[in-house]
Every structure is written in C-alpha cells, then in structure tokens.
C-alpha cells in the first residue's frame, strides 16, 4: 500500500507562488517503482480535474489552464513528488490533491484520465489565492 502525504498549501495573494510536497510512503514501493505520479484539484462545488502529471520516463504534461505557471517534478532520492505553482490566480483556489498509480501510463495519459481510475491519494491540501 502506497501513502500519499501533501504538504505546502497555504494562502497567498494573487501572483504569489506556492511549492507543493507529496511525500511517499510504503515499502517495497518508491515513487520510482509507480506507473505515474500526479496532480489534481477540486474546488468548491467542481469536479475534482487533473492539474499536472509526470511518468516513470520524466516527461510532462499539465492541464490548459496552469500551462507555463505550474511545474512538476520529483526527487526520487527523497521520494517526493513536487508542485511549484506560480503567477496564482483566484481560479486556481482548490484543495490540492496527490496521486500516484502502479500502472504504467503516459503523462499525456494521466491526464487524459479522470479521477476514479485513480488507485491511490494523499488527504489533500488548501491552496487559497486572494484578489
């Protein structure tokens, strides 16, 4: 069983930045060993929608509307999954969530997928952004 624990959310003014953490936790597994690892998001009264994904090869992908603000990465050594989110906006106020999955996926993929295929998931934390 894989453990997902989200850290750095907070609150922030328009054009801020914020650096998510996802720590992973669960031998034998690291984050090396997962088919993929990602980002989602649900605000208040949404659906939960894919912000930001990386695959066992590195590559990319990010949903429209955080394309060039956002940035994932992961440190395997630290087995840790990264979101550096900058020139916030009020749209991007969400409780953030990370995921993780043993099968092999694309990150074109990962996005492309919805949220219920999803094995497993950190508790989420709050990014707010004030106008």
């Known amino acids: 069983q894989v453990q997902l624990v989200e850290s750095g959310g907070g609150s922030v003014q328009t054009g801020g930045s914020l650096r998510l953490s996802c720590a992973a936790y669960?031998?034998?597994?690291?984050?090396?060993?997962?088919?993929?690892l990602g980002w989602f998001r649900q605000a208040p009264g949404k659906e939960r929608e894919g912000v930001a994904f990386?695959?066992?090869?590195?590559?990319?992908s990010y949903a429209d509307p955080v394309k060039g603000r956002f940035t994932i990465s992961r440190d395997n050594g630290k087995n840790t999954l990264y979101l550096q989110m900058n020139s916030l906006k009020p749209e991007d106020t969400a409780m953030y969530y990370c995921?993780?999955?043993?099968?092999?996926?694309?990150?074109?993929?990962?996005?492309?997928?919805?949220?219920?295929?999803?094995?497993?998931w950190g508790r989420g934390t709050q990014v707010t952004v004030s106008s």
């Open positions: 995921a993780a999955d043993r099968r092999r996926m694309t990150a074109i993929q990962a996005l492309g997928q919805g949220p219920t295929q999803v094995a497993y």
């Open positions: 669960g031998y034998p597994y690291t984050i090396y060993s997962l088919g993929w």
């Open positions: 990386i695959d066992t090869d590195g590559v990319t």
